[in-house]
Structures are given as structure tokens and as C-alpha cells.
């Protein structure tokens, strides 16, 4: 009797000891972390640790679980003339590369189609949001185009006076395939309930190539229209200037 006596006091005294051991360190872990704080409360050391924190947050969630990787946008600058269809695929947060395939079916024209691949790197946010930098490379088979040879000389190589009776140009409608490509800027956003929409915006300089044939100056009742003009337009398939005006959607 007197030994289940002495285990129980033992026992009993081994769980106040843990209880007031338990105590005493949640005590010091309360005094050590202190009551929780406001963002106003908080020193100029501390604001800075938590909105690293948050911003690390932030990238940890845009770059795992953000927006979709892939989109799907038609651009309308060159409608109804022309369709001209993207697609692009986000490959990291900064770069994205895709390809535009465009069919003109209206027009003087009509029949040309240009196929290229782009790269994109966005200067700001991540893909395929932010200001972006953008290249192309591809190659078009260009129908119909109108030319324009200037007269230089006689036959003989003698140089000729402007004269009104005689046509200073002649126009002519070559076909002909090109390699082409463009540099230029450019601006995207997404929209829509959930963010499943896509506009893309940009502007950017475009050089094509052309067959030596075609450069070549042509004869005519003697005369020899040798500088050679391929009157481009504003935003022909052959343009310097190409302007983009897109929208499509995310998946």
C-alpha cells in the first residue's frame, strides 16, 4: 500500500513539473514575439523584410499558377483586306516566342501570304503582360505587287532630258517570294471576368528582300527605265511600317 502511495505522489509530482515547465516556456515564447503588429506599427527594417516577403509571395504565385501560357489573337489592323492570325506561348516570365501566318484575299494583291516567327522579351511585368521588344524572321510569296521603273537613258547609255511627251515611268505587276523581317515595340494587357482575354498593341520597322530580276531595269521603245521604285504603301504586306492591333484570348 505504502508503494502504490509513493508512485502516485511520484507521478503526480512528475506532471505539475512538466505543466509548469510548459508554462513557462509558452511565457518567454509570448514575451520574445510580442503582440502581433499593424503595418503602421512596424519600423522602417521591418517593412522592408515584409514587403520582400510579400513581392517574393507575389512572383512564387505569377510564375506557378498565373496566367496561361498559350493565346490566340487575330489582328485587325489590315481587316477586311487581309487575316492575319497569332499565336503565341509564354516561355518563362520574361520570354515568349509564337508565329503569324497572314492571307490577303482582297484587293490588287490578292494571294499574298506571309508566314514568320517572332521572340518576344517583355521589359516590364511578365509574359504576356508588360512593354515588350519583339523580332520576327519569315518569308512571303507577294502576288501582283506594282513596281515602278524611272527612264535613265537612251539604249545607247546616253542620258535623256524629261520630255512630257514620253512616259517619265512604267508601272508593272510583278510576283515574287521574299524573306522578311522586323523589329519593333509593343504593349500587351489581358481582360475579361477572368482574365481570359488578350489585346496586343504594337509598331515596329520591317525589310524585305528582293529578286535581283525585279531590281534589273526594263527597255522600251529605246529608252531604259533602270531605277526602280516598289511603291511599298503605308501597311502593304511589303511596308516598312508595321503597325499591330490584335485581340484573342488566353488557354
Known sequence: MKLLKTLFITALSGSLFTISIQTSVMAQEKESFGPIKSLHELSYKEARVAKRVVMNTRRFYDHSSGF???????QLVQLPTTGKITYERSLSRKFA??????????????????VDVFGKYFLTYRSPIGLYVYSTLGIAQIRNHEVA???TATEGGAEIKYDPKRPYTIDRKVSYSSV????GLGFQNVFGPRKQFISDF???????????SIKTGITQNQFVYGKFDPKNGLLGPTSPLQVRAGIGFLF
Do not use: D, F
Not at 202 to 212: A, D, K, R, T, V
Open 149 to 151: 521603273y524611272r527612264m
Open 202 to 212: 504594337g509598331i515596329g520597322y520591317q525589310i524585305s528582300s528582293l529578286p535581283q
Open 68 to 74: 496561361k501560357r498559350n493565346n490566340l489573337k487575330i
Open 180 to 183: 522578311i523581317g522586323s523589329l
Open 97 to 114: 516566342v509564337g508565329t503569324n501566318v497572314s492571307i490577303q484575299y482582297l484587293g490588287a494583291e490578292a494571294g499574298t501570304y506571309k
